[in-house]
């Protein structure tokens, strides 16, 4: 199939039957309502992405109030065979998974067997400078431990290969220099810190982070397609993830295979829209974590001499700009809205998952290429705010 048709049969995905795309109750209501509009919105936005070759499928969620407004798919998930995206379908959300070990973490807090202001060297002796760093830190990105992701060579010869604990932190303790700066006096994203983390809750839970977020977390939310992915396993409705590619015949390509041991709590979270608006919901509700570890992920991160983290930051990326950290979750006000959520990367998949405490509607938005859902989510927020205004 040529790009040309490719992308042809793309826009056509998007007049097929979408699960769960409207509540029967709304749509039986006027037709002029604001969730008919927001359907009308919603496919505008989609069939964008669509026309514009930016990914081969999408997923988006929207909530409002605790209510489940609309989920439905886009596109293709897999291009090979020809299958549609459906509200159903399970993409990996990359980085929002750092909310779930940071709520891990939480919890563990909450049953007394860690403090966040253990240092790493109860866990990690041998680890340079360990003394010196936090859990706090860790979960704030204040630890100054250097970006693993960002190393030379990380996605061609390092992504690929299975990783245990001892092989990954010794991945990480390499890196020269290990430290962008001293402990809790800047702020850099690290997804190191995060893979440290992992490392701590599976340590002190005496179980693979997977199984605690499944038996503390998603069993009890009710989150059936959300768990730590595994490439090996048979996931039912599993996108497969892409990387633009305009100057090949279909457009796009397979994304490279990282090996999830890489990513794990940093990233390697599987999950579906309806599944994090559930989520969403029942963390803000602080069904997920007490009231006071709510508290603690929400608050902006600060350094050793109470400044705020952000503050470290000279002229920001536009994604950073106006953007506190918390535990897993950014905060902050983007295009004049308050937002709290986080966005998410790994090869061949993108998403956004953000919460509008003014408007209280949750947006979420699966991507299976990377880059689009970054782009656009901010489009999308407007477009739905549009259509939801009385």
């Keep these: 199939m040529n790009r040309l048709l490719a992308c042809a049969f793309l826009a056509f995905a998007l007049v097929l039957p979408a699960t769960g795309a409207i509540p029967a109750e709304a749509r039986q209501a006027d037709p002029d309502t604001a969730i008919v509009r927001l359907e009308s919105a919603v496919d505008a936005f989609a069939r964008n992405v669509l026309e514009e070759a930016q990914a081969p499928g999408l997923s988006i969620g929207i909530a409002r109030g605790g209510e489940t407004l609309l989920v439905r798919g886009y596109g293709l998930a897999n291009l090979e065979h020809q299958v549609p995206v459906s509200g159903d379908t399970v993409f990996r959300i990359g980085s929002v998974t750092k909310q779930f070990t940071a709520a891990a973490i939480l919890l563990l807090a909450e049953d007394g067997r860690l403090s966040l202001d253990d240092t790493l060297n109860q866990y990690f002796p041998d680890f340079p400078r360990s003394d010196e760093v936090t859990v706090r830190q860790l979960l704030q990105h204040t630890s100054g431990i250097s970006n693993y992701t960002s190393f030379d060579g990380f996605m061609d010869t390092t992504a690929p290969l299975d ?3 001892a092989r990954m932190v010794a991945y990480i303790a390499s890196a020269d220099p290990l430290y962008d700066f001293d402990p809790g006096t800047g702020w850099s994203y690290s997804n190191s810190g995060y893979m440290l983390l992992d490392y701590i809750a599976e340590r002190v839970a005496g179980e693979p982070l997977a199984d605690f977020l499944k038996t ?4 009890p939310l009710g989150m059936d397609d959300t768990r730590m992915d595994d490439a090996a396993e048979i996931v039912p409705h599993r996108a497969q993830g892409y990387d633009a590619a ?3 015949e279909a457009g796009f390509t397979n994304a490279g295979y990282l090996s999830l041991s890489v990513a794990a709590g940093a990233g390697a979270i599987r999950s579906t829209p309806q599944d994090m608006i559930v989520w969403t919901q029942a963390l803000l509700n602080g069904d997920v974590v007490s009231s006071d570890s709510l508290t603690l992920m929400l608050e ?3 350094l050793n001499d109470g400044s705020l983290a952000r503050d470290f930051l000279v002229d920001p990326h536009p994604a950073l ?9 950014m905060t902050g006000d983007r295009h004049g809205h308050r937002f709290i959520g986080h966005g ?3 090869p061949g998949f993108n998403a956004s998952l953000n919460h509008y405490p003014d408007q209280d509607v949750t947006i979420v938005l699966l991507v299976n290429t990377i880059g689009p859902a970054a782009r656009g989510a901010p489009v999308l927020a407007e477009a739905v705010f549009e259509a939801l205004a009385d």
Excluded: K
């Design 246 to 248: 305009p100057d090949t």
């Design 163 to 165: 990783h245990d604990e």
């Design 300 to 302: 902006p991160a600060r």
């Design 344 to 346: 998410g990367s790994i």
């Design 321 to 329: 700009a106006n953007m506190d950290y918390g535990f897993g979750i």
């Design 216 to 219: 503390r977390i998603f069993d």
